[in-house]
Structures are given as structure tokens and as C-alpha cells.
């Protein structure tokens, strides 16, 4: 089964690409290598939230907001290789502006790790890093990069 076939059947479509903030591209491939910038939870063409993980937003929305950056990243992907060619999810690197003393980062970007389990099953599995901050553009909530590996 294709990787967009597996999505249709969860019922999710991918989202346009999000035209990027400054000096960068969505995604570029090097070898059989694909590096997603970082992406934001944009959905419609809009930050679909704002503020700190454990002050304005709570940990279970930032777990949703991470699931949104995943498929924001796929989608980025997608544009630049197409979705199937993926053959391994190598690493997923997190961001969560983060309110002060909030240490849940983890349970935060697995929204983003939950859903590329789902869609690539054990060719998802990955390294991972989850990493506290002050501040994330345009005050968003999380950011999440994606390394994977194409065929």
C-alpha cells in the first residue's frame, strides 16, 4: 500500500504546502535524504494556535499542534519528492515554546511521532529530540523537522 493511500484510509488529507517565513525552502533531498524545514502548526493558511506550551495552551492541544507540523512536513515532502518514495522516518526534531517550568516537551512532540507511526507503521519509528525554548516564530506553540530517508 502507498504512504497516500494509508493516509486516505485514516480519513487525512494532506495540506498545502506553506509558503516559507523568510530565506528557505519547505524541503530539500540530498542522496537519498530529505530535510523538511521546520514547520509550523499553519492549517488554512493560519496559525492554528498561539502561545506557550503550559501557560496558553495546554499540553494536549501542543500534542495536537505537533501532529499538525508532522503533516505540514509530509506535505513539504510530498511537494518536493512525492510522499511514496519515503522508505524510513529517520528523526523528528521537536520544538516547544514552552512556558517556564513546563517540562512535558515529550508528551508534547509525540503527537507529531504518533502520527508518522500510524502512517509509515515500523518504517516510522525514529530518533527524536524534544527541545524546550522561549520563543518559536509568529509565537507559535511547536515546530517540528523532519529527516527521512527515499528510495
Known sequence: MSWLARLRDLGIDLPTVTAPLAAYVPAVRTGNLVYTSGQLPMAGGKLAGSGKVGAAVSPEDGH????????????????????????????????????????????????????????????????????????????????????????
Open 64 to 151: 495536537a499542534l505537533a501532529r499538525v507540523c508532522a503533516l505540514n512536513a509530509l506535505a513539504a515532502a510530498d511537494a518536493l519528492v512525492g510522499l511514496d518514495t519515503v522508505t524510513k522516518v529517520v528523526k523528528v526534531v521537536g520544538f516547544v515554546a514552552s512556558a517556564p517550568n513546563f517540562n512535558g516537551q515529550p508528551a508534547v512532540i509525540n503527537g507529531a511521532s504518533e502520527l508518522l507511526g500510524e502512517v509509515f507503521g515500523d518504517a516510522g519509528a525514529h530518533a527524536r529530540s524534544a527541545v524546550g525554548v522561549s520563543e518559536l516564530p509568529l509565537d507559535a506553540p511547536v515546530e517540528v523537522e523532519l529527516i527521512l530517508e527515499v528510495g
